[in-house]
């Protein structure tokens, strides 16, 4: 059986960048103490919009990585390119995308959804959300 609970205090939604730069999502806070182990029976998921041609022109990229961070001001990436959306050749555009995983039982304690655009024109009216599922 997979994860299908939603908990709206456990999602976060990142306005995607309106030029070739990043932007990063509020964090969610997965573990109570830096010093413990991560072992909640749960899983992320990353939810990336539809992306018209304006948004994601030919051969332009929106990458999505995880970040995680034990203080909320340094962060590391935890999981690495897990959707990249890439203009369709002539038009662009990009279909949505979804990716759903664990965190390592070494898990930090906040994680963050971060979104990098190369070549995108403007994304700031489209957004993509982490969340928890249970």
């Given amino acids: 059986m997979g994860y ?12 995607l960048p309106a030029t070739a730069t990043h932007e990063e999502s509020d964090a969610l806070e997965v573990s109570g103490d830096t010093h413990e182990d991560f072992v909640a029976d749960c899983e992320v998921e990353v939810d990336a919009p539809v992306l018209d041609g304006t948004e994601l022109p030919a051969a332009a990229t929106m990458i999505y990585d995880l970040e995680e961070s034990d203080d909320d001001t340094t962060y590391n990436v935890v999981h690495h390119d897990i959707i990249t959306q890439t203009g369709a050749a002539s038009v662009g555009g990009a279909v949505a995308a979804n990716w759903q995983g664990r965190l390592p039982v070494a898990a930090k304690r906040y994680l963050r959804l971060k979104a990098t655009g190369v070549g995108n024109g403007d994304c700031s009216g489209s957004e993509a959300t982490v969340r928890l599922l249970f």
């Fill in 4 to 15: 299908e609970v939603k908990d709206a205090l456990l999602k976060k939604t990142l306005d």
